[in-house]
T-cell receptor
Framework: TQLLEQSPQFLSIQEGENLTVYCNSS?????LQWYRQEPGEGPVLLVT?????EVKKLKRLTFQFGDARKDSSLHITAAQPGDTGLYLC??????????FGPGTSLSVIP | DTAVSQTPKYLVTQMGNDKSIKCEQN?????MYWYKQDSKKFLKIMFS???????INETVPNRFSPKSPDKAHLNLHINSLELGDSAVYFC??????????????FGSGTQLSVL
């Protein structure tokens, strides 16, 4: 059983559309991170959310941490081809391991 | 300047061979990691070193042996390569004292293909 679940697994949309991807768990976390991985590269940290209910914005990307700190969402407004990539959520476990979810692969078609 | 660099970028080898992947970080971080990303893009931690000391070993076969000569380097040596070892291997580093907000910096990966 995976600690983190992400949905959808794959998403293909047209440029200009909005989308939301989700990261869920049955465990409570002190913080949660979102990374984006582009083809041929390593993941790059986008944001860290710490407080339950916290909302952070990064240009057209809006991240929210669930009130119970068990889940998170990433909303992209007016998606662009440059948003294409694998979106990974990650948490640090009590054993000091940074664990990643299975990812959502996003493709934005021009 | 590349913050976390790993070499080689591509590695194609025959089953049974021994190979090494090198990783260096110039960020002054004290913790380094190896992750394995499989064909389904699932990223799984293998090892973690803090100040050259092994702190995480995720039930990886003992054919995999990490070596950290100093805080800036963490190399991965793989003996007797198997078909199932084919994957992309990522090195990463972080500043451990950042606790729950630990930010990982990743290299660009080494794509290993075992034939």
């Amino acid at each position: 059983t995976q600690l983190l679940e992400q949905s959808p697994q794959f998403l293909s949309i047209q440029e200009g559309e909005n989308l939301t991807v989700y990261c869920n768990s049955s465990s409570v976390f002190s913080s949660l991170q979102w990374y984006r991985q582009e083809p041929g590269e390593g993941p790059v940290l986008l944001v860290t959310v710490v407080t339950g209910g916290e909302v952070k914005k990064l240009k057209r990307l809006t991240f929210q941490f669930g009130d119970a700190r068990k889940d998170s969402s990433l909303h992209i407004t007016a998606a662009q081809p440059g948003d294409t990539g694998l979106y990974l959520c990650a948490v640090k476990t009590s054993y000091d391991k940074v664990i990643f979810g299975p990812g959502t692969s996003l493709s934005v078609i021009p | 300047d590349t913050a976390v660099s790993q070499t080689p970028k591509y590695l194609v080898t025959q089953m049974g061979n021994d190979k090494s992947i090198k990783c260096e970080q110039n960020l002054g971080h004290d913790t380094m990691y190896w992750y394995k990303q499989d064909s389904k893009k699932f990223l799984k931690i293998m090892f973690s070193y803090n100040n050259k000391e092994l702190i995480i070993n995720e039930t990886v076969p003992n054919r995999f042996s990490p070596k950290s000569p100093d805080k800036a380097h963490l190399n991965l040596h793989i003996n007797s390569l198997e078909l199932g070892d084919s994957a992309v291997y990522f090195c990463a580093s972080s500043h451990y004292a950042d606790a729950t907000n630990e930010k990982l910096f990743f290299g660009s990966g080494t794509q290993l293909s075992v034939l």
